[in-house]
């Protein structure tokens, strides 16, 4: 099995979430360090928490519908008896 079959979208989004805050943190204290505004900072940092998020969540909304849809046609080759369903469908990798 592998790795992308076991990882659940929420497990996921439950271990990047923390990291993604950790490392937003650590570069606005950076910035700050180096003189930039908070507030600007505040804003940069919430816009880019909310396009990565955003991202991630469409990316792996479109890997599920993918593994939906290759599964579907797999059972739907089976089910017509194709005997060489393996070479006229290539599922995920």
């Known amino acids: 099995m592998s790795l992308m079959k076991m990882i659940d979208r929420k497990l996921v989004m439950l ?35 909310v396009v990565l998020g955003l991202a991630f969540d469409v990316s792996l909304a479109t890997i599920d519908k993918r593994k939906t849809e290759n599964a579907g046609a797999r059972r739907m080759l089976d089910a017509l008896g194709v005997s060489n369903a393996d070479d006229v469908f290539k599922g995920p990798r």
């Open 15 to 49: 271990v990047v979430g923390p990291i993604l805050r950790r490392v937003g943190t650590a570069l606005a204290a950076y910035l700050i360090a180096k003189g930039a505004p908070a507030d600007v900072l505040d804003q940069l940092l919430t816009a880019i928490g």
